[in-house]
């Protein structure tokens, strides 16, 4: 779960990926605000869908794999396959924890369970 980076290199946004993506030059992309519960503010890029973007900002922040993100517009949750654009915003973002059990053997077998799936 741990990325581990050579001494002078970063991690490319998905943002920076994107950017310029179907936009001819001199055009800039619109932006969202993304205001995360702890006051913190980011921008997105408007068009991604709310899966797209809430991958996008648990890769920025270097989230594990068992935390989600959560995005609303005012009171409503916004669902994966909506698009956000600039009339969504500002969003806000929220993480919660999937509900994880760690199980042991006597065979020394150690397992960790995603208990909403069932996977291991």
């Known amino acids: 779960w741990l990325k581990v980076l050579p001494i002078g290199c970063?991690?490319?946004s998905m943002q920076e990926d994107l950017q310029g993506v179907?936009?001819?030059?001199g055009q800039s992309q619109a932006e969202v605000e993304?205001?995360?519960?702890?006051?913190?503010v980011e921008q997105v890029a408007a068009g991604l869908t709310a899966r797209e973007?809430?991958?996008?900002l648990a890769y920025e922040r270097g989230l594990p794999t068992f935390t989600k993100v959560q995005l609303f517009a005012g009171?409503?949750?916004c669902e994966d396959g909506e698009t956000i654009d600039s009339a969504s915003g500002p969003l806000t973002a929220t993480l919660t924890s999937i509900p994880l059990l760690l199980t042991g053997s006597s065979d020394f077998?150690?397992?960790l369970w995603n208990i909403e799936t069932g996977e291991c």
């Open 10 to 12: 970063r991690k490319r």
């Open 22 to 25: 179907g936009f001819p030059d």
């Open 34 to 40: 993304v205001v995360w519960l702890s006051g913190e």
């Open 53 to 56: 973007v809430k991958a996008s």
């Open 75 to 77: 009171l409503r949750k």
């Open 109 to 111: 077998t150690v397992r």
